[in-house]
């Protein structure tokens, strides 16, 4: 089984609408960290948002926030008021365990884009 | 101050040869890692340091994939006997602290191999 599966291979949004790009996971660890990393065309990652596996509240960055549903093990990335420079490819990724376990498992992307 | 820096960028290689790619991690970061991304794809683990040791190492694809990190900081990954499978895109990442479930990763900008 995928242990994170984005199911959006493409999205088009209208500029300043939001927009809710799906992420769910797979694990049987208690304790995780999911992440979302924006690409651009550069091709560089740049890290958007954290939420843990414990954390009591969705995560929050600015026009970034993180939806996030345990029980369903759903970590949808919401972009409010979206902006043509949020145009690139978006990967949410887990880190499994608390301690030891370092590597990122990223899933197979988003590409979002923003129509003015 | 200066993120993760890779060189080279970009790197054409006749299938048999020997490359080496090069990672400057951000300075004081604890860990270091390697991933590999194919077109179309989210990055994948190659490879993981802790200071100048190698913790995981389980993403290699081969035998012909090395990596080292003898002083800590800088990190070199080898592959020999290039193959036209091994065309992808290189990422580099580091993190600043060993471990903990809030553990960012820096990245690079990514060395784009192709193997003719």
């Known amino acids: 089984a995928q242990k994170i599966t984005q199911t959006q291979p493409g999205m088009f949004v209208q500029e300043k609408e939001a927009v809710t790009l799906d992420c769910t996971y797979d694990t049987s660890d208690p304790s995780y960290g999911l992440f979302w990393y924006k690409q651009p065309s550069s091709g560089e990652m740049i890290f958007l948002i954290y939420q843990g596996s414990y954390d009591q509240q969705n995560a929050t960055e600015g026009r970034y926030s993180l939806n996030f549903q345990k029980a369903r093990k759903s970590a949808n990335l919401v972009i409010s008021a979206s902006q043509l420079g949020d145009s690139a490819m978006y990967f949410c990724?887990?880190?499994?365990?608390?301690?030891?376990?370092?590597?990122?498992?990223f899933g197979t992307g988003t590409r979002l884009t923003i129509i003015p | 101050g200066a993120g993760v820096s890779q060189s080279p960028r970009y790197k054409v290689a006749k299938r048999g040869q020997d490359v080496a790619l090069r990672c400057d991690p951000i300075?004081?970061?604890?860990?270091l890692f390697w991933y590999q991304q194919a077109l179309g794809q989210g990055p994948e683990f190659l490879t993981y340091f802790q200071n100048e040791a190698q913790l995981d190492k389980s993403g290699l694809p081969s035998d012909r994939f090395f990596a080292e990190r003898p002083e800590g900081s800088v990190s070199t990954l080898k592959i020999q006997r290039t193959q036209q499978e091994d065309s992808a895109v290189y990422l580099c990442a580091s993190s600043l602290v060993a471990s903990g479930s809030y553990n960012e990763q820096f990245f690079g900008p990514g060395t784009r191999l192709t193997v003719l």
């Open positions: 300075s004081g970061h604890v860990s």
């Open positions: 990724a887990m880190r499994e365990g608390n301690f030891g376990n370092e590597k990122l498992t």
